[in-house]
């Protein structure tokens, strides 16, 4: 169902295929200017996979699995055949990550389930959510002022605020504080910082800091067909240098959003792991 773009529309964020860009200090481009058209009621972005792939291009890159352990992703079941094994020498790491990171590699290794935000129905973070749900489509809905990005996956939703500077102070969120700008007709950048410490890089349990600053870069390829996302991630309190990765999507025709909640479903296998599913004690609303 497309409730969630209801709701979208109904607090002014509306589908649209034309509007005018500007850079983030405000100076519009000129009218008609070419913009991504990333919105539609009727396609959806499937991501191509569940991990980041280091750039071609090459330099500091990723966690991925240990050579030793390696990762075997979902079958054409949909069925994870293993969990994931990180790679502790990859040198982006602090000395604390590697070892809070080695004690989740331990609990694989004895056969123990790893947390993962989709299973335990919490917010990817950026860049997780990129890999949040890979089965379950991403949805657009853009404004002059406002991009909303909405991942089905557990109805995951993030504002991009469009032209405008970084607040000064923040309050520190799930997904932080994004503002975002067009570039070349083809590119939405977004650039996001604010997040807390409580989500992961990726589903290798990678952790970072409230000092976390991403940027991603999402494009338009193969004739709006395919959507390439690189973002690079700064934070000098869990990395040595800043890194960047790549996700891809392919645009399907799948209708509008559904509701894929989490919480509702048979629950978090991570209860007993110090990862209850959340809960609220009242109503948002």
């Known amino acids: 169902m497309s409730k969630f773009l209801s709701l979208a529309v109904g607090t002014g964020i ?7 860009p500007c850079a983030l200090d405000a100076q519009p481009a000129a009218k008609g200017a070419a913009i991504p058209n990333l919105t539609s009621a009727e396609f959806g972005w499937i991501k191509d996979s569940d991990s980041f792939a280091p750039l071609p291009s090459g330099g500091p890159g990723p966690i991925t699995f240990d050579p030793a352990h390696p990762y075997q992703p979902n079958n054409d079941r949909g069925l994870q055949v293993t969990y994931r094994v990180a790679d502790l020498t990859n040198p982006i790491l602090k000395p604390w990550a590697i070892a809070q990171m080695k004690i989740a590699n331990d609990e694989v290794l004895a056969g123990k389930q790893p947390f993962r935000a989709r299973s335990s129905c919490v917010p990817g973070g950026v860049p ?5 749900g890979r089965q379950e489509p991403v949805y657009f809905a853009q404004t002059a002022k406002e991009v909303v990005i909405l991942n089905q996956a557990d109805a995951q939703t993030r504002h991009v605020y469009m032209n405008v500077p970084h607040t ?5 969120s799930w ?4 503002v975002g700008h067009y570039e070349g007709g083809d590119t939405l950048v977004v650039d996001t910082i604010g997040q807390n410490d409580k989500s992961f890089i990726d589903d290798y349990r990678t952790p970072h ?3 976390i600053h991403v940027v ?9 067909m395919a959507l390439q996302v690189i973002f690079t991630v700064e934070d000098p309190g869990a990395f040595n240098t800043p890194w ?14 559904l509701e894929a909640v989490c919480p509702e479903n048979r629950g978090s296998p991570f209860n007993d792991r110090g990862h209850p599913m959340p809960q609220a004690d009242k109503p948002d609303f």
């Open 14 to 20: 509306v589908c649209a295929s034309a509007l005018l």
């Open 128 to 132: 997780g959510i990129l890999i949040y």
């Open 168 to 172: 000064a102070h923040p309050v520190p």
């Open 175 to 178: 997904y932080g504080e994004s």
């Open 209 to 211: 800091t409230s000092q």
């Open 216 to 224: 991603e870069r999402y494009k338009l390829m193969k004739g709006g």
């Open 244 to 257: 960047s990765a790549m996700q891809t999507f392919h645009r399907e025709k799948l209708g509008a959003i």
